[in-house]
């Protein structure tokens, strides 16, 4: 027994505005070549070829051509996000302050492990050559433009002349001239004065300028909320 369904005149006439909206969207229609999809479209993520077929996959449609011209066109549908499938919600003023210390800590003290490395020192002998010194370093710091410096360009070596030097605090100890240096850019994070510092290599300073930027990055925000970097020493 055959049944005959009515669909409304204006039912089809709005299934049809559906269907040539999204094969517009599509930039690509059955019959065109493989020239013209490409060149509405663009190169396609994926692509698969096996003898006369290709197969097209864009992000919304996936086109399948045979002998180089279009033979169809299927849309690709995005479903819905689910009430169990949204984005995370963004984290609050206190979460965001709690994640920028937590950066800008570590950053400190990965700066401070490469600052303040251990210089290898010897117990003096009579036969030394050594300069003695006061002290190693003077009073206070200046706090670097984290954003902005090179710490290579500040790098002084103001031992590399002298065998090896002390202070006259501790004369018995001493450290070879030429494995030290200055930098009044690192000074904010010497941890301990007592001892110099080791001169570092091109490498460990290009990874304190990275260190820098993140610190100065997570200051700026962490600043507006009342909380300040304070020297290491």
Not at 68 to 81: E, I, Q
């Amino acid at each position: 027994m055959k049944m005959n369904v009515h669909i409304p005149l204006p039912a089809i006439a709005a299934s049809a505005a559906l269907l040539i909206a999204a094969a517009s969207s599509f930039a690509a229609n059955v019959g065109d070549t493989l020239k013209q999809v490409l060149a509405e479209k663009g190169p396609p993520p994926g692509r698969i070829e096996a003898g006369s077929l290709v197969v097209l996959r864009y992000p919304d449609a996936t086109i399948k051509l045979r002998d180089g011209l279009v033979v169809s066109v299927t849309a690709l549908v995005v479903p819905a996000r689910s009430a169990n499938n949204r984005e995370p919600s963004r984290s609050t003023g206190t979460d965001r302050i709690t994640d920028l210390q937590r950066e800008l800590r570590d950053a400190v003290m990965r700066v401070q492990n490469i600052v303040n490395q251990p210089v290898p020192m010897a117990m003096r002998t009579p036969q030394m050559k050594v300069w003695d010194y006061d002290t190693w370093f003077h009073p206070g710091s200046l706090k670097p433009d984290f954003n902005t410096i090179d710490v290579r360009r500040t790098q002084e070596s103001p031992y590399d002349g002298q065998d090896f030097v002390a202070l006259k605090s501790r004369p018995e100890l001493v450290w070879r001239g030429s494995d030290l240096e200055f930098n009044s850019m690192l000074k904010f994070f010497y941890v301990d004065r007592s001892v110099p510092k080791k001169k570092l290599t091109e490498p460990e300073m290009l990874e304190i300028n990275r260190l820098y930027r993140i610190i100065g990055a997570a200051e700026k925000e962490l600043n507006a909320a009342g909380i300040l970097l304070k020297p290491s020493s």
